[in-house]
C-alpha cells in the first residue's frame, strides 16, 4: 500500500521568497499532521486536520499557512521565507479512531532557503 | 503540557549487544506511545505503536514496554546489527484528537 507522499523532496529558496509543500495521507486516514524539523531537533508540531478541517495549531509562524483539500491531500504554505526556515518539513497521516491509529509519516521535504 | 525525554542522548555499542532505550512522559494519561526510527536526513518509520491499555509490543528483534503509573517507554533492541545505526524517537499522544508529541531521540550506532 503506497505511503504518505510529499511533493518535492528538495526545495531551494531565496530569502522573502514562496513556497508551497504537498501532502498526499494514505487512504482513508482522516488526519494530517504537518511538523518542522530542524538540524539536530526533534520534529516541532505546526499544524493539524481532520476531516479537511484545522484542528490543532502549533508552533506555526504566521507567514505560514495550510489546508487541506476535498481529496484530503494538504498544502502547506510559507512565505516570506527566512533563513531560518530552513528544515526538513514532514507531514503525517493517521486514522483517528479505529483499530489502528498508528501515525505514518512522509520522507519530508528539505527546504533550504538562501 | 506534556514533555518526553529520551535517555541516552546518544549510545555507541559494538555488534550483537542487546540494548535499551528510554523514553518517559510528564503526562501519564496517554492515548498511546509510538516509536520511530530515523535515518540522517530522512523520514520517521514507525516501528511500533502501543496503545495506553498495552503493556508491550513486539516486531522481530524490537519489543517496546509501557508503564503508564510510572510515566515510562522503554525499546529493546535484541544482537543489534550495524544497519540498527540511526535515531530513535519516542512520541506520545495524550487523546485520540492531539498530536504527537516528540521526545529529542536517542542516537544509536552499532559497530561491527
Known amino acids: 500500500a503506497a505511503g504518505v507522499i510529499q511533493s518535492p523532496r528538495h526545495l531551494i529558496k531565496e530569502k522573502r521568497e514562496t513556497a508551497t509543500l504537498k501532502c498526499y495521507p494514505i487512504?482513508?486516514?482522516?488526519?494530517v499532521y504537518w511538523y518542522q524539523q530542524g538540524p539536530g531537533q526533534d520534529p516541532q508540531f505546526l499544524i493539524s486536520f481532520y476531516e479537511k478541517m484545522q484542528s490543532d495549531k502549533g508552533s506555526i509562524p504566521d507567514r505560514f499557512s495550510a489546508q487541506q483539500f476535498s481529496d484530503y491531500h494538504s498544502e502547506l504554505n510559507m512565505s516570506s521565507l527566512e533563513l531560518g526556515d530552513s528544515a526538513l518539513y514532514f507531514c503525517a497521516s493517521r486514522q483517528r479512531t479505529g483499530l489502528n491509529t498508528e501515525a505514518f509519516f512522509g520522507q519530508g521535504t528539505r527546504l533550504t532557503v538562501v | 503540557k506534556q514533555e518526553v525525554t529520551q535517555i541516552p542522548a546518544a549510545l555507541s555499542v559494538p555488534e550483537g549487544e542487546n540494548l535499551v532505550l528510554n523514553c518517559s512522559f510528564t503526562?501519564?494519561?496517554?492515548?498511546?506511545l509510538q516509536w520511530f526510527r530515523q535515518d540522517p536526513g530522512k523520514g520517521l518509520t514507525s516501528l511500533l505503536l502501543?496503545?495506553?491499555?498495552?503493556r508491550e509490543q513486539t516486531s522481530g528483534r524490537l519489543n517496546a514496554s509501557l508503564d503508564k503509573s510510572s510515566g515510562r517507554s522503554t525499546l529493546y533492541i535484541a544482537a543489534s546489527q550495524p544497519g540498527d545505526s540511526a535515531t530513535y524517537l519516542c512520541a506520545v499522544q495524550n487523546s485520540g484528537y492531539s498530536t504527537l508529541t516528540f521526545g529529542k531521540g536517542t542516537m544509536l550506532l552499532v559497530s561491527p
Open positions: 487512504s482513508r486516514h482522516d488526519t
Open positions: 502501543i496503545q495506553s491499555s498495552q
Open positions: 503526562d501519564s494519561a496517554i492515548y498511546n
